[in-house]
């Protein structure tokens, strides 16, 4: 159960789902001077008042699927640092490759520009009108149920509450600025994170060759042996994350197209590309949702996996948007 967030999902919507990779991350002090322009990163190198780094960049691959009852997981591993590093870990180590995994429920709502004329400063200092943006402007939390850095023991664990304004750059590409503690210090800083929504598609296979896109959901809790676990699978992404106590295992498959089409066009295979620990975390009964059902279970060992959600919709060409369709589960 989710009960101890006091954050249950929402009602199902394809609208909720979300692929969101992460484009850059970027620190700033905390506090901010008055004045400091917000958001910060957008500016540079030309605006660059606090004489920060003129370039930002992203030191993890880091993926966040959200279902459609706005449920995620959000997995962040670190580039490569030595020459013989593989790209991303996927035989189980080293751990000092995982920057922070995290699983949980999300919720969003419009507010006003909290900086309307784009700095920190009260906005009596200016005479110009607000500034606009092509969405509005909207607070978001993330709701750790699961988290690496906190252990899962009984009763939970006070876990840091994760927030933070988000600010419309394109219809693909969101600036999020928020502050928290900076984990390698222990005190607090600002941070400015770019995020890029991915198209979400459907992962044809021999076995289904025109699917819907699907959204599907596992959990797992056992309270008396302190494991948590929850999978997400959203279009051609899923990833996973379990947890007994402080030991971690995460995955990360996505869809690969073929590398030719046949006759029924094209077709690829779920490919495995990141995986830390030996855990097991059922992402794989996630590729075929014919297996599952709503309240179903997977179970290995002394585990027990439910399906919470599973939905299924056809994208529709030419609206901008998707519309529900053909088998639809939750």
Not at 133 to 157: C, G, I, K
Request: glycine share 8%; hydrophobic share 35%.
């Amino acid at each position: 159960t989710l009960d101890d967030t006091n954050t249950m999902p929402v009602e199902s919507n394809p609208a909720n789902a979300s692929i969101s990779h992460r484009t850059y991350f970027y620190p700033l002090p905390h506090p901010l001077p008055p004045g400091t322009p917000i958001p910060y990163s957008p500016g540079l190198p030309s605006q660059n008042p606090l004489d920060l780094p003129s370039t930002p960049v992203e030191p993890t691959s880091s993926l966040v699927l959200t279902s459609t009852t706005k449920q995620f997981v959000d997995v962040r591993v670190f580039k490569p640092i030595l020459e013989d590093d593989p790209e991303l870990p996927n035989e189980g180590g080293p751990r000092a490759r995982l920057d922070w995994a995290f699983a949980g429920t999300s919720a969003s709502h419009p507010i006003p520009d909290p900086y309307p004329h784009g700095t920190t400063e009260h906005a009596a200092h200016h005479t110009a009108p607000p500034r606009s943006w092509p969405a509005p402007v909207t607070h978001a939390s993330w709701t750790h149920w699961l988290d690496s850095r906190h252990p899962v023991a009984a009763p939970s664990p006070a876990i840091p509450e994760d927030e933070g304004t988000m600010f419309p750059l394109s219809a693909t590409q969101t600036l999020e600025f928020g502050k928290g503690i900076n984990p390698a210090t222990g005190n607090m800083w600002a941070y400015e994170e770019l995020w890029t929504d991915g198209s979400i598609q459907s992962a044809p296979t021999r076995e289904e060759r025109d699917p819907p896109v699907y959204s599907i959901v596992l959990r797992c809790e056992d309270e008396k042996h302190h494991v948590r676990g929850v999978v997400v699978r959203l279009g051609r992404y899923c990833q996973g994350i379990v947890m007994k106590g402080a030991y971690l295992s995460v995955e990360r498959w996505e869809w690969v197209a073929d590398r030719d089409k046949d006759e029924e066009g094209q077709l690829g295979q779920w490919k495995r590309t990141v995986r830390i620990g030996d855990q097991f975390i059922p992402c794989a009964p996630a590729f075929t949702p014919a297996v599952l059902s709503v309240g179903g279970k997977v179970r290995y060992w002394d585990y027990e996996w439910v399906c919470e959600e599973k939905v299924a919709w056809k994208e529709v060409v030419g609206d901008g948007g998707a519309a529900a369709g053909g088998e639809r589960e939750w």
